[in-house]
């Protein structure tokens, strides 16, 4: 659980530096223009070993062209939080409070 945390962490720190990014490339262009999935992949260098596109349109068929167009940031940060709720409610104890006399 606490690889899961760590990189719920760590998908919801890059989702809000994307954000960041974003914002701060969007006073420059006087736009907002977002960082898709897609772009983000192949800017990190990711299809030179992992074709993305290809690999989704065969697993998902028409639906994988709206989600390579999903801001990264937003799907970076949703991952994040996910995997942060779903690591965190599996560690929680629970303790009853102790009988006050």
């Known amino acids: 659980m606490a690889i899961l945390r760590s990189f719920g962490a760590l998908a919801f720190v890059v989702g809000v530096a994307l954000l960041a990014l974003d914002a701060a490339q969007s006073l420059k262009i006087r736009r907002f223009d977002a960082t898709s999935v897609e772009k983000f992949w192949t800017n990190l260098g990711g299809e030179s070993f992992f074709a993305l596109r290809h690999h989704l349109s065969q697993w998902l068929g028409s639906a994988a062209d709206q ?5 990264a940031a937003f799907v ?13 409610g599996g560690s929680r104890e629970h303790h009853q409070r102790p009988v006050a006399f």
Do not use: E, R, T
């Not at 989600?67 to 801001?71: A, M, V």
């Not at 970076?76 to 965190?88: E, H, Q, T, V």
């Open 67 to 71: 989600i390579l167009d999903l801001p």
């Open 76 to 88: 970076a940060f949703g991952l994040g939080l996910a995997l942060l709720l779903i690591a965190d």
